[in-house]
C-alpha cells in the first residue's frame, strides 16, 4: 500500500512542514509533525489521533506525565522523551518570562506559567513561587506533592526560606485534579493564615491560584485575600 511507502511518508511529511510554515496546520496534523521526528518510518497520524481522543487535546498530550504517555499503545521512550521536552521548554520560555519583569508587569504570564506548571497533573501539588523586593521571582519549587484529593503545606517551612531568602512577597499555586471545585474552605484558612505570618514580618502573600477543571483561579481576584493589613503595614 502506498501509505507504506518512504517516497509517500516523505512526500506527506515535507507537505506538512509546507503548510506547518504557512500556518495552516490543523491540531492533531502538529502533533502529527512533531511524533514524525521521533517516530519517522511509520505513518503517525492514527497515533496523533488516538493520543488527542485519550487525552482531550494536543495541550493536554504535551502536558500529559511520561509514565502516562508510554501507557498508549505505539508510543514508546523516545516519543514521550520528544513531546516531555517540548513541555519542559514551554515552561522553561514562560519562569523565563516571569523572572525577567517583575510579576505585575507580567501578570498573564505568571497565570499562563501556572496553568503550564499544573496541566496533566493526576495528583495533587502545591507549589510556592517566592518573590524580592521588585516582584521578581527568587524561586519556584513544588513545595508538596500528595494524593488525587490533597496535599500537605508547611507553613513554617514557607516562612523559613522567606525570612532567609530576602523575599518580599510569596505567590501559592495547587491543582484540584479530580474536581472542578475551586477554593476549599480549608484552602482559604490555611492561606490567610500564612497571610497573617507573613504580614507580621512585613512579607506580602501576592495570590494563591488554584487550577481546577481545566480553569485558573485567583483568591485576590476573588477578594479571598486581607490586603488591607497589608496596605496598613506598608
Known sequence: MPENDDKFHNGHRERLKAKFLDGKLAEYEQLELLLGFAIPRRDVRPLARKLIEHFGSVYYVIAAEYEDLIKVKGVGRSTAILIKLVFNMLKLSHIRKIKDCPIFMQHQGLED??????????????????????????????????????????????????????????????????????????DVELTQQLEAMLNNCRLELYDHFVMAGGVLFSMRERGLLNKSNFSKQF
Open 113 to 186: 506559567f501556572c496553568r503550564i506548571e499544573m496541566a496533566g497533573k493526576t495528583k495533587e501539588e502545591f507549589h510556592v513561587i517566592y518573590l524580592d523586593a521588585d516582584l521578581r521571582v527568587i524561586k519556584h519549587e513544588k513545595h508538596s506533592e500528595g494524593s488525587i484529593e490533597s496535599t500537605n503545606v508547611y507553613l513554617d517551612k514557607i516562612m523559613k526560606f522567606a525570612l532567609n531568602n530576602r523575599v518580599r512577597s510569596v505567590v501559592l499555586l495547587h491543582n484540584h485534579p479530580t474536581t472542578d471545585n475551586t477554593f476549599s474552605t480549608q
